[in-house]
């Protein structure tokens, strides 16, 4: 949902903490400030949904900053050490690896047998391949591009977009999105902005 797609939000934050740490990436003192402002309107987010959505197991959240973590290191590592690849190869190379795990746990999963005497399965299959190409090969193909053409943090900052969109579907969805939570959110998106307003060199 929305709250979802604004968490996903910090992946730029990390891109940029992860680089300096560990990829030799230099960092301006304006930029710093950005992390932290970033990191505190992901606190302020998180906090919001706690309180207005007591419901709702909110520390499940970490899972998705966890994930922001992870997008972190591939973009970096892609940057620093394949970007003498094409983004067709690396694109290629990294769903080669996942597929024989992904295809024991679908075995496993017994969606197949789910098949017999079900049409609507069929054709569920159809869109779930529409998506695996559109939305999956072909936009890593297209990020990948980007990473090798720019620099990480301006890569990462595709995720700007996501919350745009998604708290807009989450609002017609009936997703309870309250003022705080917007906040928050606005938080974030300033921080990511701070961060990639001086451009980041990198260290030779």
Do not use: C
């Not at 604004?6 to 940029?16: D, E, G, K, M, Y």
């Amino acid at each position: 949902g929305g709250i979802t797609s604004i968490l996903n939000s910090v992946a730029p934050l990390f891109t940029t903490m992860v680089g300096i740490a560990l990829f030799g990436l230099a960092l301006k003192g304006r930029q710093v400030i950005g992390v932290l402002i970033g990191l505190f309107g992901t606190v302020v987010l998180i906090a919001a949904g706690m309180e207005n959505n007591t419901d709702q197991n909110y520390w499940y959240a970490f899972f998705i900053i966890f994930s922001a973590l992870g997008y972190a290191f591939n973009i970096n590592i892609i940057k620093k050490y394949l970007s003498h690849l094409s983004p067709l190869a690396v694109t290629t190379a990294s769903f080669g690896v996942a597929f024989f795990p992904a295809l024991i746990i679908l075995i496993y999963s017994g969606v197949f047998r789910q098949f017999a005497g079900n049409g609507a399965m069929y054709e569920a299959v159809w869109y779930v391949m529409a998506l695996a190409f559109l939305g999956t090969a072909l936009a890593n193909i297209l990020f990948n591009k980007l990473i090798k053409l720019s620099s990480p943090v301006f890569a990462a900052s595709v995720t700007y977009l996501i919350p745009l969109v998604a708290v807009l579907w989450g609002f017609l969805d009936g997703e309870n999105i309250s003022i705080l939570q917007l906040l928050g959110g606005i938080i974030i998106l300033f921080g990511v902005w701070l961060v990639n307003r001086k451009k980041l060199v990198w260290q030779k």
